[in-house]
């Protein structure tokens, strides 16, 4: 997952004293304050090209083309919806945290929130619908995902959600812990994000293609979490009463160009720190025609999947339900089976 | 299938996509077969026969696209020498 240039390798050999950082970015990477030896190993992802990227989809064709491709988010917010709908309980606000323009704050209704408060990263997606398509109050914050604790007040927050935003932010295990830190005690939070099946098709199909079109692999894809790793991410930050699932949603296209075309109009393309910024044509053919011998259909289209993480954890709280203590048992489980 | 050159579009990206899926699906579906009969184990160029084969449909059929002898030099610049 690390990305380490070729600079900073022949710098640690020259000298082979000095420490040298888990990865490292271009110079003119998203954090100058960050110097080579200084940065984390959190750095993945290239968050300025994203907001760049997020924002000319969403002013593309004023708003048109970003329209026209809201059928992912569209459906993982509704199925993200059931989730919270299980939950019997009211709340007064919830933060929807990197919105986009709004998926899921707009099934939300006045019987189960009285307000939504929208942040994203990118303005353009952030205001591209108005305030007469959601039921309930809106208040739109741009602000990077990343720093949540800047805008929000720690231990204010009664619920927070994030809906297909989080594959983006680079320090995961960082933003679980803003976000603990910004609900009450009892809070809930509730997310949603591509997992590591996401675009395997496509995945494949350029890595072969480049294999064997110019004999090297390049990031084209981005890396994803997996489940395992959701899990014990949210327990690590602290939560409780935990709940990860997987869902699958799986998307036919007629050939891989356009599954690309509707990747960049999503404001999905491709953002890893230390990417080639383009990719031969010669590749590109090839890819495509590799997708559809490897993973075409009988009728002619390809498939593309899309996997989604859902979680929810809750903020500790005394009055919470909890495991009774070891050894505490009367009744011996022989008896019972 | 041959190069027909009947489908115009605009932008180059496009007419590739175009010709990659429709005019030259024939030699494509080849080179995508011959990478699935090997693609555990690919080299460079370990289908190079094949994909030689579609990239001539590809630029046959892009080259025809360009009705106009002008647009040939803005977007071939490397052979211009030739006319």
């Known amino acids: 997952m690390n990305v380490i240039t070729s600079r900073s390798l022949t710098k640690a050999h020259l000298f082979r004293t000095q420490t040298r950082g888990y990865a490292t970015i271009s110079s003119s990477g998203p954090s100058p304050s960050l110097t080579t030896h200084t940065l984390g190993p959190f750095q993945v992802f290239d968050r300025e090209t994203k907001r760049k990227q997020r924002d000319r989809a969403a002013y593309k064709n004023g708003g048109a083309?970003?329209?026209?491709?809201?059928y992912v988010r569209d459906e993982i917010a509704d199925r993200m919806m059931e989730r919270l709908e299980d939950i019997k309980r009211k709340f007064s606000t919830i933060v929807d945290l990197g919105s986009c323009s709004g998926h899921f704050a707009k099934l939300l209704d006045p019987s189960?929130?009285?307000?939504?408060?929208m942040i994203d990263s990118s303005h353009g997606a952030l205001h591209r619908d108005p305030d007469s398509e959601f039921e309930v109050e809106v208040e739109r914050i741009h602000a990077d995902e990343e720093n949540l604790l800047q805008v929000i007040n720690p231990n204010t927050q009664e619920a927070i959600v994030s809906c297909l935003s989080l594959h983006w932010v680079n320090d995961l295990p960082g933003i679980l812990i803003q976000i603990k830190e910004a609900l009450q005690p009892d809070g809930l939070f509730l997310g949603a994000m591509f997992g590591g099946e996401t675009l395997f098709e496509l995945r494949t199909a350029?890595?072969?293609?480049?294999?064997?079109?110019?004999?090297?692999?390049?990031?084209?894809?981005?890396p994803m979490t997996d489940t395992r790793d959701v899990s014990n991410l949210l327990g690590r930050a602290g939560f409780t009463l935990l709940t990860v699932d997987i869902d699958e949603v799986k998307v036919s296209y007629p050939s891989m160009w356009e599954l690309m075309d509707d990747l960049r109009d999503m404001g999905e393309s491709n953002a890893?720190?230390?990417?080639?910024?383009?990719?031969?044509?010669d590749t590109l053919a090839a890819a495509s025609a590799i997708y559809k011998e490897l993973h075409g259909t009988e009728d002619g289209t390809i498939p593309a999947t899309f996997q989604v993480i859902f979680m929810i954890g809750w903020k500790p709280a005394p009055t919470?339900?909890?495991?009774?203590?070891?050894?505490?048992?009367?009744?011996n489980l022989k008896d019972v089976l | 299938m041959t190069p027909t050159g009947t489908i115009q579009t605009t932008k180059?990206?496009?007419?590739?996509?175009?010709h990659a899926t429709t005019t030259c699906a024939e030699q494509a579906s080849a080179y995508g077969k011959c990478i699935l009969a090997?693609?555990?184990?690919?080299?460079r160029d370990i289908c190079k026969e094949e994909f030689d084969k579609f990239g001539r449909c590809l630029h046959e059929a892009?080259?025809?696209?360009?009705?106009?002898?002008?647009?040939?030099?803005?977007?071939?610049?490397?052979?211009?020498?030739?006319?």
């Open chain 1, 206 to 222: 350029l890595q072969l293609a480049e294999v064997d079109r110019e004999g090297g692999i390049s990031p084209h894809v981005s």
């Open chain 2, 62 to 83: 892009v080259r025809i696209d360009f009705g106009h002898p002008f647009r040939k030099l803005m977007c071939f610049p490397q052979m211009k020498r030739k006319w």
């Open chain 1, 320 to 331: 919470q339900p909890k495991p009774l203590e070891r050894g505490s048992g009367k009744t």
């Open chain 1, 272 to 281: 890893v720190l230390g990417r080639r910024h383009i990719i031969h044509r």
């Open chain 1, 65 to 70: 083309s970003s329209r026209t491709v809201d």
């Open chain 2, 38 to 43: 090997t693609y555990t184990d690919v080299r």
């Open chain 2, 12 to 18: 180059p990206l496009k007419r590739l996509a175009v």
């Open chain 1, 112 to 117: 189960t929130t009285r307000k939504c408060i």
